[in-house]
C-alpha cells in the first residue's frame, strides 16, 4: 500500500471515528426524542472505524516486517499507539458483549480511543502531508547540515547501500553536486526503506566532494570535448563511440541534465559536431 492510499484511509478512519464519538456523545449528553437514527450512525461509523483500522494494521506490519534496520523514534511510536488501540478495541468490545451493562460505562474509553487514533494517524500521514505540500524532494543539496557530515561515513554508506543493486565502478562516473543529489532521491525514492535520507545526506556529501567534475581553465584552443566532456569522461570512452547526430544529440542533452553549466545549452550542437568529426571512423 503506498503512502498516499494508507493516507487517505487513515482520515476516513479518523472521520469514521469522530462521528461514532458525536453521535455516542450525543445520545449520552442530550435528551434525543428519536435516538434510533442516532444509534444506526454511531453502529455503522463504529464498524468502519474497527474494519480500517484492521486493514490499515495489516498493511502496517508488512510494511514493518521490510524494515530490516531499528525503526526511527516517529515510527516506533506510531507502531506503539497501533499495537495499544488493539488491545483497547477488543476490550471495548468485549465489554459491549459480554458485560451489557457495562456498556454506558465505555463512553471514556471511546474518547481515549478516539484520542489514540489522532495522535497515531498525526505523526505519520501528518508528516506525509505536509512533506506532500512542501513539494520538496527527500534531500536537497543546500540544506545539508555540513556540521553534521563525514566523509568516511558517507563513503561506507555508499558501499554498503548502493553495492546491492550496483556494480560501484559503473556508477562513479564524476557529477556535480546537483547532480549527484538529483540520483540518489532517486535512489532513495526506489530503494525505499534501505536508504534514510539521513544516510542519503552522507553519501550526497560524500560523492560531491570525491567525485566531481575535474574542473580546470581550458588550455588554449582546447576542443568543445575537452572544455565540457572531459572534466567528467576519458577521452578514449568518448571517441571510442558511435553515433548519428540523433544519438549525440541525446547523449549530450542528456549529459546536461546532469550539470547545466558543465554543458551550456547553446554549445550542445558545437559538442555534437565536434563529436562527428572526430568519433571512430
Same mark, same amino acid.
Given at each position: ?47 468502519v472505524f474497527a474494519a480500517l483500522f ?5 498493511? !502496517?506490519?508488512? #510494511? ?80 545539508? @547540515? ?14 554498503? #547501500? ?9 556508477? !562513479? ?67 571510442? @563511440? ?13 549529459m546536461r541534465l546532469y550539470d547545466a ?9 558545437e559538442i555534437v559536431n565536434y563529436l ?6
Open positions: 500500500m503506498s503512502p498516499l492510499i494508507s493516507t487517505i484511509l487513515s482520515i476516513i478512519f479518523l472521520v469514521a471515528g469522530g462521528i461514532a464519538v458525536y453521535t455516542l456523545s450525543a445520545l449520552q449528553g442530550r435528551k434525543i426524542e428519536n435516538p434510533k437514527p442516532y444509534m444506526r450512525i454511531h453502529g455503522i461509523a463504529g464498524w484492521a486493514v490499515i494494521f495489516v498493511f !502496517m506490519l508488512v #510494511r514493518i516486517k521490510g524494515y530490516w534496520e531499528e525503526s526511527s523514534p516517529r515510527i516506533s511510536i506510531h507502531v506503539a499507539l497501533a499495537t495499544a488501540l488493539v488491545a483497547m478495541i477488543a476490550l471495548k468490545v468485549s465489554i459491549k458483549r459480554a458485560f451489557p451493562q457495562l456498556g454506558r460505562h465505555t463512553f471514556i474509553l471511546g474518547i481515549l480511543i478516539y484520542a489514540i487514533s489522532f495522535a497515531m494517524v498525526g505523526i505519520t500521514a501528518g508528516y506525509y502531508l505536509i512533506w506532500r505540500y512542501e513539494e520538496r524532494p527527500a534531500l536537497t543539496q543546500d540544506k545539508l @547540515q555540513t556540521h553534521m557530515l563525514e566523509e568516511n561515513m558517507g563513503k561506507e554508506l555508499f558501499i554498503q #547501500r548502493c553495492s546491492t543493486c550496483h556494480l560501484l565502478k559503473d556508477i !562513479m562516473a564524476p557529477r556535480s553536486a546537483e547532480a549527484w543529489a538529483k540520483v540518489v532521491n532517486e535512489m532513495i525514492e526506489i530503494a525505499e526503506p534501505r536508504i534514510k535520507p539521513a544516510e542519503g545526506e552522507q553519501i550526497i556529501n560524500y560523492l560531491s566532494k570525491t567525485h566531481g567534475p575535474a574542473l580546470s581553465e581550458p588550455a588554449a584552443g582546447a576542443s568543445p570535448v575537452e572544455i565540457h566532456c572531459l572534466p567528467c569522461h576519458k577521452a578514449a570512452e568518448v571517441y571510442a @563511440q558511435e553515433h548519428g547526430r540523433a544519438g549525440w544529440t541525446e547523449i549530450v542533452k542528456q553549466e558543465l554543458i551550456p545549452e547553446d554549445k550542445v550542437d562527428l568529426e572526430n568519433q571512430r571512423k
